[in-house]
């Protein structure tokens, strides 16, 4: 497993536990050896990610092995049909999306895809998507609007790919149309941070109706390392802008920016992945509740009622 | 509703403004090197006369340009949280809101007014580059959110003038959100089929291009202004690609499709007058067409033919 900075304590205490059970063979005298040491590591992990700094999450968030959308939507999804293309210029692949089923029901699937070993990453060019991307997601959120069918967003993204050929097709416009369909669509829209929200890149896919966030996702206007170049004058600065920007789910929660913090497994998701998954599952299962029975026309009211306060309320 | 009844006359605002200081008789154009007489670059606009490079034109100037005689009336915004983040980099946040406050004598970056623009009642967002780079935070989203809803109100068309760098990153998340914002607000102003024109000047780019600016019915774009997501230096660093002669530019947008046409600043006047009215008093054919799609069965023998 890829070991982040912090987490070097704890790599050493699971490293001194697998050399053991490796020296010993099938002796079984230092079982207790090693339930000592596998405390010490749990301790650890609980004090550490107990009181993650922001930059710490930053890294959390955007660690390699954390799952991505793909994972959650085999995870979660039966039947999953992944559909593809904008209509206009191409299919973008560093958003996923299609129909399936969420426990039993038709849900309307858009993802941000960061991919997870460098062929897939460069397939989903690591999760950056293009207008065609926003473009699709819009036409997909259009089409579950005309059938009734839910729209779950998975965001996971450091922003919208900066390049000549994306300006070129209009970024700009299609981020604001597929942000457009977010708060137009009358079904439910549920978004769920599921790592990194990046941006303009972001909220393209996440002005929904219930936002949810893991515990250690991040969500921001600007990575650390952008808002420390331009604010600070030097990348080395991250840190700082970390703490500075809130961009931790506890503190877009007490922001009311975001509806819900969704636990995750000690350690982060990607030490169990499938415990993640159940308790993700559970989360979305009971915001879909929430919004069952009502009506699109209200459903969509609600949702621009929400966006349209956001700062009106003061600061908390 | 005390923000609407009050306003400043534009007459008043040049009263208190500061005297020109001599060396700022003479200005220099910034993309031919000409030097141009204030007086000459006044009257022209901020156009330079040598090789017609559009230079910054501020939001007074602007409004004056724009509205019947230069007459308008400023809304005052409503009154919004500094800084919801207690944002501090190398500086605090509420220090550059003061620095910013003292160096315009504006409250933020974007100013509301309404008025007549060949006759009919519009109102107008206009940003103020000179505020934190035209950024948006909390206050420029109430501002836009504030005209969109005068524009109901008034049953007035809007437009709104944007010239920003994007969000305002020592707003945070809270910037961001305003995206969403402002697309509500706009969307508003549409759905109760009142025109949204967006003027787009130099710059507009991040947050604010890709929310509530490129969703105009119908965009123009000033010559040669910047207009795009990512900043050009960032595609730079980045993705190490090279840039294209023109990238980003108004008349780039408008070979891509990405607005309706590129307006000499001379001429913008007298083309949003044009397209108010075409929008506005559309006379008896246009206001014939819109009656029966209203109505159901309106074309029956189509429904026969079902
Ligand atoms: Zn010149």
Same mark, same amino acid.
């Not at chain 2, 946040?93 to 910013?100: G, H, I, M, V, W």
């Given at each position: 497993?890829?070991?982040?900075?912090?987490?070097?304590?704890?790599?050493?205490?699971?490293?001194?536990?697998?050399?053991?059970?490796?020296?010993?063979?099938?002796?079984?005298?230092?079982?207790?050896?090693?339930?000592?040491?596998?405390?010490?590591?749990?301790?650890?992990?609980?004090?550490?990610? !107990?009181?993650?700094?922001?930059?710490?999450?930053? /890294?959390?968030?955007?660690?390699?092995?954390?799952?991505?959308?793909?994972?959650?939507?085999?995870?979660?999804?039966?039947?999953?049909?992944?559909?593809?293309?904008?209509? *206009?210029?191409?299919?973008?692949?560093?958003?996923?999306?299609?129909?399936?089923?969420?426990?039993?029901?038709?849900?309307?699937?858009?993802?941000?895809?960061?991919?997870?070993?460098?062929?897939?990453?460069?397939?989903?060019?690591?999760?950056?998507?293009?207008?065609?991307?926003?473009?699709?997601?819009?036409?997909?959120?259009?089409?579950?609007?005309?059938?009734?069918?839910?729209?779950?967003?998975?965001?996971?993204?450091?922003?919208? %790919?900066?390049?000549?050929?994306?300006?070129?097709?209009?970024?700009?416009?299609?981020? @604001?149309?597929?942000?457009?369909? *977010?708060?137009?669509?009358?079904?439910?829209?549920?978004?769920?941070?599921? =790592?990194?929200?990046?941006?303009?890149?972001?909220?393209?896919?996440?002005?929904?109706? !219930?936002?949810?966030?893991?515990?250690?996702?991040? %969500?921001?206007?600007?990575?650390?390392?952008? *808002?420390?170049?331009?604010?600070?004058?030097?990348?080395?600065?991250?840190?700082?802008?970390?703490?500075?920007?809130?961009?931790?789910?506890?503190?877009?929660?007490?922001?009311?920016?975001?509806?819900?913090?969704?636990?995750?497994?000690?350690?982060?998701?990607?030490?169990?992945?499938?415990?993640?998954?159940?308790?993700?599952?559970?989360?979305?299962?009971?915001?879909?509740?929430?919004?069952?029975?009502?009506?699109?026309?209200?459903?969509?009211?609600?949702?621009?009622?929400?966006?349209? /306060?956001?700062?009106?309320?003061?600061?908390? | 509703?005390?923000?609407?009844?009050?306003?400043?006359?534009?007459?008043?605002?040049?009263?208190?403004?500061?005297?020109?200081?001599?060396e700022n008789l003479w200005r220099k154009c910034p993309a031919c090197g000409h030097m141009i007489f204030h007086r000459d670059l006044e009257k022209a606009l901020n156009v330079c006369q040598h090789c017609g490079h559009h230079l910054r034109l501020s939001?007074?100037?602007?409004?004056?340009?724009?509205?019947?005689?230069?007459?308008?009336?400023?809304?005052?915004?409503?009154?919004? !949280?500094?800084?919801?983040?207690?944002?501090?980099? /190398?500086?605090?946040?509420?220090?550059?809101?003061?620095?910013?406050?003292?160096?315009?004598?504006?409250?933020? @970056?974007?100013? +509301?007014?309404?008025?007549?623009?060949?006759?009919? =009642?519009?109102?107008?967002?206009?940003?103020?580059?000179?505020?934190?780079?035209?950024?948006?935070?909390?206050?420029?989203?109430?501002?836009?959110?504030? $005209?969109?809803?005068?524009? +109901?109100?008034?049953?007035?068309?809007?437009?709104?003038?944007?010239?920003?760098?994007?969000?305002?990153?020592?707003?945070?998340?809270?910037?961001?959100? /305003?995206?969403?914002?402002?697309?509500?607000? +706009?969307?508003?102003?549409?759905?109760?089929?009142?025109?949204?024109?967006?003027?787009?000047?130099?710059?507009?780019?991040?947050?604010?291009?890709?929310?509530?600016?490129?969703?105009?019915?119908?965009?123009?774009?000033?010559?040669?202004?910047?207009?795009?997501?990512?900043?050009?230096?960032?595609?730079?660093?980045?993705?190490?690609?090279?840039?294209?002669?023109?990238?980003?530019?108004?008349? %780039?947008?408008?070979?891509?499709?990405? +607005?309706?046409?590129?307006?000499?600043? $001379?001429?913008?006047?007298?083309?949003?007058?044009?397209?108010?009215?075409?929008?506005?008093?559309?006379?008896?054919?246009?206001?014939?067409?819109?009656?029966?799609?209203?109505?159901?069965?309106?074309?029956?023998?189509?429904?026969?033919?079902?």
């Amino acid at each position: 497993m890829h070991v982040l900075d912090f987490e070097k304590p704890i790599a050493e205490l699971e490293g001194k536990i697998e050399e053991l059970r490796h020296l010993a063979g099938g002796d079984v005298n230092i079982a207790d050896e090693v339930g000592r040491l596998q405390a010490k590591v749990d301790k650890l992990l609980r004090s550490t990610y !107990a009181k993650l700094t922001p930059w710490q999450k930053t /890294q959390v968030a955007r660690h390699p092995e954390r799952p991505h959308a793909l994972d959650y939507i085999r995870a979660l999804i039966e039947d999953f049909t992944p559909l593809a293309g904008d209509r *206009c210029f191409g299919e973008d692949r560093a958003i996923v999306g299609g129909l399936g089923r969420f426990r039993g029901s038709t849900v309307m699937v858009i993802g941000n895809e960061k991919g997870s070993d460098t062929e897939s990453r460069l397939k989903h060019n690591f999760g950056m998507a293009k207008p065609e991307g926003y473009r699709k997601a819009r036409r997909l959120m259009e089409m579950a609007g005309r059938f009734g069918v839910p729209v779950l967003t998975l965001v996971d993204t450091a922003g919208a %790919y900066p390049g000549v050929d994306a300006e070129a097709r209009g970024q700009a416009e299609a981020i @604001a149309r597929s942000i457009e369909a *977010c708060l137009d669509i009358r079904v439910p829209l549920i978004s769920v941070v599921i =790592g990194e929200g990046g941006s303009g890149g972001a909220i393209a896919l996440a002005a929904g109706n !219930a936002v949810l966030m893991l515990e250690h996702a991040i %969500y921001s206007v600007i990575s650390p390392e952008g *808002c420390a170049s331009i604010l600070w004058r030097s990348g080395e600065a991250a840190k700082d802008a970390a703490e500075a920007l809130r961009l931790t789910a506890q503190d877009l929660h007490k922001l009311g920016v975001i509806d819900q913090v969704v636990p995750e497994p000690l350690g982060g998701a990607h030490r169990n992945p499938d415990l993640t998954f159940k308790t993700l599952s559970l989360a979305i299962d009971s915001a879909l509740r929430d919004l069952a029975g009502v009506e699109g026309g209200v459903l969509r009211a609600r949702r621009r009622e929400k966006f349209l /306060q956001m700062g009106r309320t003061g600061p908390v | 509703m005390n923000w609407l009844t009050n306003y400043v006359r534009p007459k008043l605002q040049a009263l208190v403004r500061p005297k020109e200081v001599p060396e700022n008789l003479w200005r220099k154009c910034p993309a031919c090197g000409h030097m141009i007489f204030h007086r000459d670059l006044e009257k022209a606009l901020n156009v330079c006369q040598h090789c017609g490079h559009h230079l910054r034109l501020s939001v007074g100037k602007r409004l004056e340009m724009l509205f019947d005689d230069g007459k308008f009336q400023r809304i005052e915004l409503p009154k919004t !949280a500094d800084d919801p983040l207690k944002f501090k980099d /190398q500086k605090r946040y509420t220090d550059r809101l003061k620095e910013a406050r003292a160096k315009t004598g504006e409250q933020d @970056a974007v100013v +509301v007014a309404h008025g007549k623009m060949g006759g009919i =009642g519009i109102v107008v967002a206009a940003f103020n580059f000179d505020f934190q780079g035209g950024s948006m935070g909390v206050a420029v989203g109430e501002g836009i959110v504030t $005209a969109a809803e005068l524009a +109901v109100l008034q049953d007035a068309p809007l437009i709104v003038i944007p010239a920003s760098g994007g969000a305002r990153m020592q707003e945070g998340i809270l910037s961001l959100m /305003q995206m969403a914002r402002t697309t509500v607000a +706009v969307e508003r102003v549409k759905e109760k089929g009142l025109p949204y024109i967006v003027l787009l000047t130099d710059p507009t780019t991040g947050g604010v291009s890709a929310s509530f600016a490129m969703l105009g019915d119908i965009a123009i774009a000033e010559p040669a202004a910047v207009i795009g997501f990512a900043g050009a230096r960032v595609i730079e660093t980045t993705i190490r690609e090279k840039l294209p002669e023109g990238f980003q530019r108004a008349e %780039y947008l408008l070979d891509k499709g990405m +607005v309706d046409m590129v307006v000499p600043r $001379a001429e913008l006047r007298a083309t949003l007058v044009r397209l108010l009215s075409l929008l506005r008093n559309r006379g008896p054919a246009g206001d014939l067409l819109t009656l029966p799609l209203d109505t159901p069965d309106a074309f029956p023998e189509d429904s026969a033919r079902l």
